[in-house]
């Protein structure tokens, strides 16, 4: 995983992508391939920081992205995003903040009801007994709240959402997460879309976003199609 909150605006679409990581290393600058691609599809990419562990547990990674989202809805307009047309997007421990974002109402309140969409790519979204002990420190394992799990957040009031991970990705079990989560949503009648992707693992299934891995598996393809933007000059 690689962490870094990255919102992503799109000129006709409004996204917002997460990137991953442990919540303890990584930065925005390692998705600038993302932002690269999305502009080039039309987007407005923004990609903020947020903090990590040892400097900060959770939620207060949350709280970062929060108002990074929150700084989104300002903007969108002056920045010539849609308003109305505003995703979140992560990948890795980045999904796992962003679907936080999307379900939880306790990060954007009744701004919540204004993103359009949720995109999600190998994300740990049910976790607990926490065994990975990066995210155990993260998380202050054992005393962790059932609460941050993001299953415990599903609702009908959920955006609808498009979740992807990768067969062989052995650090998240797509299994338990990605369809489990795709199974809970459609349960509560949240349009949501699941792929579970060959040829890829954890971390391809967000480097086949760069262009020189795009023939890896159709990542590219599938999040344009949610987001309603052609490929353009990102082919």
């Given at each position: 995983?690689?962490?870094?909150?990255?919102?992503?605006?799109?000129?006709?679409?409004?996204?917002?992508?997460?990137?991953?990581?442990?919540?303890?290393?990584?930065?925005?600058?390692?998705?600038?391939?993302?932002?690269?691609?999305?502009a080039a599809s039309g987007a407005i990419a923004i990609i903020p920081d947020y903090r990590l562990y040892p400097e900060v547990r959770y939620p207060d990674?949350?709280?970062?992205?929060?108002?990074?989202?929150?700084?989104?809805?300002?903007?969108?307009?002056?920045?010539?995003?849609?308003?109305?047309?505003?995703?979140?997007?992560?990948?890795?421990?980045?999904?796992?903040?962003?679907?936080?974002?999307?379900?939880?109402?306790?990060?954007?309140?009744?701004?919540?009801?204004?993103l359009a969409g949720f995109i999600g790519i190998a994300g740990p979204y049910d976790f607990l007994p926490i065994e990975n002990p990066d995210t155990r420190?993260?998380?202050?394992?054992?005393?962790?709240?059932?609460?941050?799990?993001?299953?415990?957040?599903?609702?009908?009031?959920?955006?609808?959402?498009?979740?992807?991970?990768?067969?062989?990705?052995?650090?998240?079990?797509?299994?338990?997460?990605?369809?489990?989560?795709?199974?809970?949503?459609?349960?509560?009648?949240?349009?949501?879309?699941?792929?579970?992707?060959?040829?890829?693992?954890?971390?391809?299934?967000?480097?086949?976003?760069?262009?020189?891995?795009?023939?890896?598996?159709?990542?590219?393809?599938?999040?344009?199609?949610?987001l309603g933007l052609r490929a353009g000059d990102a082919k």
């Amino acid at each position: 995983m690689t962490d870094s909150c990255e919102i992503t605006l799109e000129a006709v679409s409004s996204i917002g992508q997460i990137p991953a990581g442990d919540w303890d290393a990584g930065e925005r600058a390692n998705y600038r391939f993302v932002g690269e691609f999305l502009a080039a599809s039309g987007a407005i990419a923004i990609i903020p920081d947020y903090r990590l562990y040892p400097e900060v547990r959770y939620p207060d990674f949350l709280k970062d992205c929060a108002a990074a989202m929150q700084w989104v809805f300002t903007h969108a307009r002056e920045l010539g995003g849609d308003p109305s047309r505003i995703h979140v997007m992560g990948h890795s421990a980045g999904a796992y903040n962003a679907a936080m974002l999307a379900l939880d109402v306790r990060w954007l309140g009744a701004q919540r009801e204004r993103l359009a969409g949720f995109i999600g790519i190998a994300g740990p979204y049910d976790f607990l007994p926490i065994e990975n002990p990066d995210t155990r420190r993260a998380f202050n394992w054992p005393d962790t709240p059932r609460d941050s799990q993001v299953f415990g957040h599903v609702t009908p009031a959920a955006p609808r959402t498009l979740l992807l991970a990768a067969r062989s990705d052995h650090l998240v079990d797509p299994q338990r997460n990605t369809v489990g989560l795709g199974q809970r949503l459609k349960a509560a009648g949240v349009p949501a879309a699941v792929q579970v992707l060959d040829g890829v693992s954890h971390g391809t299934v967000i480097g086949a976003m760069a262009r020189p891995l795009r023939f890896l598996a159709p990542v590219r393809a599938e999040v344009l199609a949610f987001l309603g933007l052609r490929a353009g000059d990102a082919k």
